[in-house]
């Protein structure tokens, strides 16, 4: 009996998890994340391409039901409710709201394996539900109401990186930071949720498997996830030293389940691309105050001499030409002169103004994190380029950069001069300013532009 009971214990100190998770701080309640999530989820299945399908849907539940009664008692909520939806797109992603909502691209389910590739990633997603890492990322930010973080969340789906330079998403800075967490938070979903994996019966090193390859897809598949889910850095041997402490015994991968709903999808038409979906999207929404859905006319006055001051959220104020116009869109806030914004190709774009904005912050140099914001937009815009190297300036007395970018305007088809300035908020996060004119018109802004630079005083 002794020896039993001994055999007993020392069995299950070998399957005790090798490194504990403790949720962060978070200002909201499990009822807010509920309420966050549903308004979220609501919008998202109106405007994402849902496929409804029995065969995919069915299977993505079940996988999404095996792995909820996994969850550890001490993260349970009885408040949430946990839903599984497929989307029909082909980009390699995945995403879960505060409170249980999960949606799938379908191209997730092909590029996987195995199962347990595709529990793997639904295992990450279910853990930044647990450990409620939404919204400890936004009591991290500021005070917002929950209609407000529902809008943000739908525009940090929506957005990716899709649109122009000028065409961001609509809570400013909020939609771009909300669900694209840092590398803390995904280092501690990848240990819960290989936590989570073990205990349905799956091997978390299939999460590790998928991980590689989604970092090997490369193209239009693979940097989509990436650029929500940075890698901690060394994500791979972690997680496969994790899974060497929860040992799982005959673990589930391939299925015959997986197989025939992938043979089943491949008989489908084949799935949109993220930037269709944005398109079809920007289409049907709400175009920022003051716009129509024509293109700029181009018929645009020079900048005033007079200064309009305007104090945006709880980040700054900000003085402009008193004849341009304030427009929200997702993630910015954009000032322009009449003429100067409209639609092109179903974008809300401008040809002559500022935009200011908010990204988020992986590396605590500044320079880093402008190349990145750069690189960020260049993805989507294959005709910029940098055309001068970084120069330093004050912003409301904190240390800035500043450097100029050349492309090819989407609504003129004409050459235009970008100017970004950067610096960093209290809570490490980038604030960017990118002045938009026609390069054989931008002389006449850049007084304007600086003038406006010069202007910013942050409240953060």
């Known amino acids: 009996?002794?020896?039993?009971?001994?055999?007993?214990?020392?069995?299950?100190?070998?399957?005790?998890?090798?490194?504990?998770?403790?949720?962060?701080?978070?200002?909201?309640?499990?009822?807010?994340?509920?309420?966050?999530?549903?308004?979220?989820a609501a919008e998202a299945e109106r405007q994402l391409p849902i496929l409804r399908d029995e065969?995919?849907?069915?299977?993505?539940?079940?996988?999404?039901?095996?792995?909820?009664?996994?969850?550890?008692?001490?993260?349970?909520?009885?408040?949430?409710?946990?839903?599984?939806?497929?989307?029909?797109?082909?980009?390699?992603?995945?995403?879960?709201?505060?409170?249980?909502?999960?949606?799938?691209?379908?191209?997730?389910?092909?590029?996987?394996?195995?199962?347990?590739?595709?529990?793997?990633?639904?295992?990450h997603e279910l853990s930044h539900v647990v450990l409620r890492h939404g919204t400890a990322q936004a009591s991290k930010a500021t005070k917002y109401e929950i209609g407000q973080l529902a809008g943000a969340v739908l525009g940090a789906i929506i957005g990716g990186r899709v649109g122009s330079i000028v065409a961001q998403g609509t809570q400013f800075g909020l939609g771009a930071a909300f669900l694209r967490f840092g590398r803390e938070f995904e280092r501690q979903a990848d240990i819960e949720g290989s936590h989570i994996m073990a205990s349905a019966g799956y091997d978390p090193v299939?999460?590790?498997?998928?991980?590689?390859?989604?970092?090997?897809?490369?193209?239009?598949g693979g940097p989509e996830w990436l650029s929500d889910h940075p890698n901690p850095g060394n994500r791979y041997e972690y997680i496969t030293a994790e899974a060497k402490m929860l040992r799982v015994e005959h673990?589930?991968?391939?299925?015959?389940?997986?197989?025939?709903?992938?043979?089943?999808?491949?008989?489908?038409?084949?799935?949109?691309?993220?930037?269709?979906?944005?398109?079809?999207?920007?289409?049907?929404?709400?175009?920022?105050?003051?716009t129509t859905g024509s293109a700029p006319t181009g018929g645009v006055e020079p900048p005033a001499s007079d200064m309009r001051t305007y104090t945006i959220g709880d980040v700054m104020r900000v003085s402009v030409p008193a004849n341009w116009q304030?427009?929200?869109?997702?993630?910015?806030?954009?000032?322009?002169?009449?003429?100067?914004?409209?639609?092109?190709?179903?974008?809300?774009?401008?040809?002559?103004?500022?935009?200011?904005?908010?990204?988020?912050?992986?590396?605590?140099?500044?320079?880093?994190?402008?190349?990145?914001?750069?690189?960020?937009?260049a993805q989507s815009n294959p005709q910029l380029r940098q055309s001068s190297g970084f120069s330093r300036l004050n912003i409301s007395g904190r240390n800035g950069l500043q450097t100029s970018l050349s492309?090819?305007?989407?609504?003129?088809?004409?050459?235009?001069?970008?100017?970004?300035?950067?610096?960093?908020?209290?809570?490490?996060?980038?604030?960017?300013?990118?002045?938009?004119?026609?390069?054989?018109?931008?002389?006449?802004?850049?007084?304007?532009?600086?003038?406006?630079?010069?202007?910013?005083?942050?409240?953060?």
């Open 1 to 40: 009996m002794i020896k039993t009971l001994l055999a007993a214990v020392l069995s299950a100190a070998l399957l005790t998890p090798q490194t504990r998770i403790t949720p962060p701080e978070n200002k909201y309640t499990p009822a807010q994340d509920v309420e966050l999530g549903r308004q979220a």
């Open 55 to 123: 065969v995919a849907s069915s299977y993505v539940e079940s996988i999404g039901r095996r792995l909820v009664s996994a969850i550890p008692a001490d993260l349970r909520h009885p408040e949430f409710r946990y839903s599984f939806e497929v989307v029909n797109v082909k980009d390699i992603n995945a995403f879960a709201l505060p409170g249980g909502p999960m949606f799938v691209n379908r191209g997730m389910i092909e590029a996987a394996r195995d199962e347990g590739e595709v529990a793997g990633v639904m295992a």
């Open 206 to 220: 299939d999460m590790a498997n998928m991980f590689k390859t989604i970092e090997k897809q490369g193209g239009r």
């Open 251 to 290: 673990p589930v991968r391939d299925t015959r389940a997986f197989n025939d709903v992938r043979g089943h999808l491949r008989q489908l038409p084949p799935a949109l691309t993220s930037e269709q979906v944005a398109r079809d999207t920007s289409r049907g929404g709400t175009l920022p105050r003051g």
């Open 326 to 377: 304030e427009l929200q869109a997702n993630n910015a806030v954009t000032f322009a002169p009449n003429g100067a914004y409209g639609q092109v190709g179903g974008q809300s774009v401008f040809t002559h103004g500022l935009e200011f904005g908010v990204a988020r912050n992986e590396t605590h140099d500044l320079q880093t994190a402008t190349r990145e914001l750069i690189d960020s937009f």
């Open 407 to 460: 492309n090819v305007s989407e609504a003129t088809g004409q050459p235009e001069t970008i100017v970004v300035a950067t610096t960093t908020l209290r809570d490490g996060s980038l604030l960017y300013a990118i002045a938009v004119a026609p390069r054989d018109e931008f002389r006449q802004y850049q007084s304007a532009f600086q003038r406006s630079l010069s202007s910013i005083r942050l409240m953060d």
